[in-house]
């Protein structure tokens, strides 16, 4: 008789199968399977954003890889977290994993990250936990807070919206996903200004990532692969399945799509705001003839592997 094991189950199946018997609150508005969890507990017409992630040596990042940008990535992917619900980022907790051998100077150089990362996004590191490990992991947790009438989710897209992304993708590995800049402002505007049916971060690919979307919204999607937005030296091929982009991902009604695209125009120059496709009925799907199919955890495909940090 066959052991079912996490490689052969999948992250998205398990995190499924460990939730379904787990109580809500009364106050949980969103629990896992979003970018963050949502609560109601702060004041009238504001909403409570809770995330938690991790970087693991030999997972998200390599042995060599300076600890600086180590402490940046930890808490930076938290707030790109954030920034796909709409909200702000508030107070974070570190918890420390580390080799007993490791130098303290490695330390010192990781919470220098960590701080510079908080001091652009007014966070404050108020706390944690340190543990001696035979591998080297930083976990963040993180609290946040948006206002109820912008609180983005992902499970809000419906057939007929348009799907956009910020930025470019794939290449990450060249550096980006370490030193990739959370698209807090952009996140805040656009639910602000256009409140897009459905956002999320863009972490493990959009290969893997617009299913998901997809998934909590009921729908399918087209995707126009010549439209997608490659970094430079890019194929689109990993611009589709690279994953650590840190970009956000979009769904917005025809209605107001051309109107958002020209404010964005003038709003964020810089970085660029692409259609790339479109979500349709269940059974009208059609992804692109890529063989990538984005970042999978238990799948023993180390990430460190083909990145220079």
């Not at 992991?137 to 206002?147: E, N, P, Q, W, Y």
């Not at 999320?200 to 959009?206: F, P």
């Not at 689109?236 to 107001?256: K, T």
Request: aromatic share 6%; proline share 5%; with cysteine.
């Amino acid at each position: 008789m066959s052991v079912l094991t996490l490689a052969n189950l999948g992250e998205d199946a398990l995190v499924h199968r460990l939730m379904q018997k787990v109580p809500l609150a009364a106050d949980v508005l969103t629990g896992a399977g979003d970018d963050c969890a949502v609560v109601k507990s702060l004041g009238k017409g504001w909403l409570q954003l809770l995330k938690t992630d991790c970087v693991v040596e030999g997972v998200h990042f390599t042995r060599g890889t300076k600890s600086q940008r180590v402490g940046w990535k930890a808490l930076a992917r938290a707030v790109s977290d954030i920034a796909a619900m709409g909200g702000t980022p508030d107070h974070a907790l570190v918890t420390l994993l580390a080799p007993p051998d490791r130098k303290v100077s490695d330390m010192v150089q990781l919470y220098a990250g960590l701080r510079k990362c908080a001091r652009k996004f007014g966070i404050s590191i108020i706390g944690g936990e340190t543990s001696g490990s035979p591998v080297f992991a930083v976990v963040i947790s993180l609290t946040g807070r948006v206002k109820a009438a912008h609180c983005v989710r992902r499970d809000g897209a419906k057939a007929g919206d348009e799907i956009f992304v910020t930025g470019r993708l794939g290449g990450s590995r060249r550096g980006h996903h370490l030193d990739f800049i959370p698209r807090i402002s952009e996140g805040q505007w656009l639910a602000e200004n256009f409140k897009p049916r459905a956002m999320m971060d863009l972490s493990d690919g959009l290969a893997k990532d617009l299913p998901r979307m997809a998934l909590a919204s009921r729908v399918e999607f087209v995707v126009q692969e010549a439209a997608l937005p490659c970094n430079k030296n890019c194929r689109a091929e990993q611009a589709w399945s690279d994953g650590e982009d840190h970009e956000l991902l979009l769904a917005v009604s025809p209605r107001i799509s051309r109107e958002l695209e020209c404010a964005w125009q003038k709003k964020f120059r810089k970085t660029p705001l692409t259609r790339i496709g479109f979500f349709v009925p269940k059974g009208k799907g059609s992804a692109p003839s890529f063989s990538g199919k984005g970042w999978e955890h238990f799948k023993r495909q180390p990430r460190e592997s083909a990145k220079s940090d």
